[in-house]
């Protein structure tokens, strides 16, 4: 009995190991806010260490950040609004009447996947829905005293709660703007009516919407969800 005792002990010891690591190596946490959907929503942006800073700025289905956002330097479109090479459901939007069937970004285009791992994404259009629909949301100006302003989505389920900061975007200058002002939360869904455009989470002071739009092209930030 003592040496299948000792085995079942050492066996034990390694399966909880690698759980330990495995759950550790992924490094970054996340909130149970109740939702239906079971979807568990991370403490900050891609590029933050914590939930106040701004984090980093991707351009729609780009996995890294660089130093110029306008439609020349946008990795699907060959120069312009109306010659995008991937994600295009018109062929009056796409380069040389291009057309594809992808509506959500592939994982290799979404920045959440492939910075994190294989266990987040970038929320689509219909999960920003349900955060709105299953959470109240604050504006602040000085979240948690550090000065920082943007919204606090709080569960009404299990009042849990997440912070995103108003961290502007980045457009054609190659700055960020509007940081304090605006947030602008990147979707992985595709936006079917225009697809130069892609939807978003945007809030300022007095308003909230998970249904607007922007042009792929715009560095704007990007707060995971667990699979």
Not at 36 to 49: D, F, H, K, R, Y
Not at 64 to 88: P, V
Not at 130 to 153: H, P, Q, S
Request: charged share 20%; net charge neutral; with cysteine.
């Amino acid at each position: 009995m003592k040496p299948k005792f000792l085995t079942l002990i050492l066996l034990l010891t390694s399966l909880l190991w690698h759980t330990v690591t495995a759950s550790a190596q992924q490094g970054h946490d996340y909130v149970d806010l109740g939702l239906p959907s079971g979807t568990l929503w991370a403490t900050c942006n891609i590029g933050a260490e914590n939930p106040w800073q701004p984090g980093d700025y991707f351009a729609w289905g780009e996995t890294s950040t660089k130093a110029q956002y306008d439609w020349s330097f946008y990795q699907y479109a060959d120069g312009n609004y109306d010659k995008l090479i991937k994600y295009c459901n018109k062929s009056t939007y796409g380069n040389d009447g291009y057309t594809d069937r992808l509506r959500v970004l592939e994982d290799a285009d979404d920045a959440a996947n492939a910075i994190w791992g294989t266990e987040w994404h970038i929320p689509t259009a219909a999960q920003y829905k349900e955060l709105m629909d299953n959470c109240t949301n604050e504006w602040t100006v000085n979240y948690k005293g550090k000065g920082v302003a943007g919204r606090i989505f709080k569960s009404k389920k299990n009042d849990n709660e997440i912070f995103l900061p108003a961290a502007g975007f980045v457009g054609d200058n190659g700055t960020p703007t509007r940081i304090g002002n605006y947030g602008f939360y990147w979707s992985s869904s595709l936006c079917t009516d225009n697809p130069s455009n892609a939807p978003l989470l945007y809030f300022h002071s007095g308003y909230t919407s998970p249904l607007s739009n922007s042009f792929r092209y715009y560095g704007q930030s990007v707060r995971p969800v667990r699979r």
